[in-house]
Antibody, heavy 121, light 114 residues
């Protein structure tokens, strides 16, 4: 069955970077685009960006431009999201999610379990 | 970006009654290329990721009970939960997934039992 398993919770200081992983299994990785979505406390879900697992093309939200980098490793079928220059407002749960094969956008059937990132001095 | 606004922010409904949640987009999400509304609904329970309920505004995801239904077109959409059950207590979000603009979500509507 399709699974997206994310790395564990992180605590970071302001100004640091965090890298969250999303291990995909149960499906062929490369036909899909993997997205990252953030849920900050009391805030709506916020799209951060995506990566085409096949060709590595990426697209990022302007809200995170310059601070977010999404990569993937096809040999381990893992997607990564790195967020730099962290600030307290970046505290939240970060999800990876998958859209339909062959599409870069759409609805999300499959989600990771979420990774809590806490930014605190 | 397209702004999604849900109403109400919360509602309390008696078991077996109907819950109605509205979602309004700042611009139409109906695309003439395929005459489809690029609108989805999710259910999120505490400590869990969102669960897809509806896509294309009215297509129920596989395995979702038929008491959940979606309607609307253009900029105004509705999620209806008929015959509310205890397990339906959750926060519900709408999402537009335009192929040309960033995907965005509504702020969420909390459904509780009265």
């Amino acid at each position: 069955q399709v699974q997206l398993v994310q790395s564990g919770a992180e605590v970071k200081k302001p100004g640091a970077s965090v890298k969250v992983s999303c291990k995909a299994s149960g499906f062929t990785f490369t036909p899909y685009t993997m997205h990252w979505v953030r849920q900050a406390p009391g805030q709506r879900l916020e799209w951060m960006g995506w990566i085409n697992a096949g060709n590595g093309n990426t697209s990022y939200s302007q809200n995170f431009q310059g601070r977010v980098t999404i990569t993937r490793d096809t040999s381990t079928t893992t997607a990564y999201m790195e967020l730099s220059r962290l600030r307290s407002e970046d505290t939240g749960v970060y999800y990876c999610a998958r859209v339909r094969a062959g599409y870069s956008s759409g609805w999300y059937v499959y989600w990771g379990q979420g990774t809590l990132v806490t930014v605190s001095s | 970006d397209i702004v999604m606004t849900q109403s109400p922010d919360s509602l309390a409904v008696s078991l077996g009654e109907r819950a109605t949640i509205n979602c309004k987009s700042s611009q139409s999400v109906l695309y003439s290329s395929n005459n489809k509304n690029y609108l989805a609904w999710y259910q999120q329970k505490a400590g869990q990721p969102p669960k897809l309920i509806i896509y294309w505004a009215s297509t129920r995801e596989f395995g979702v009970p038929d008491r959940f239904s979606g309607s609307g077109s253009g900029t105004d959409f509705t999620l209806t939960i008929s015959n509310l059950q205890a397990e339906d207590v959750a926060v519900y979000f709408c999402q537009q997934y335009s192929s040309t603009l960033p995907t965005t979500f509504g702020q969420g509507t909390k459904v509780e039992i009265k």
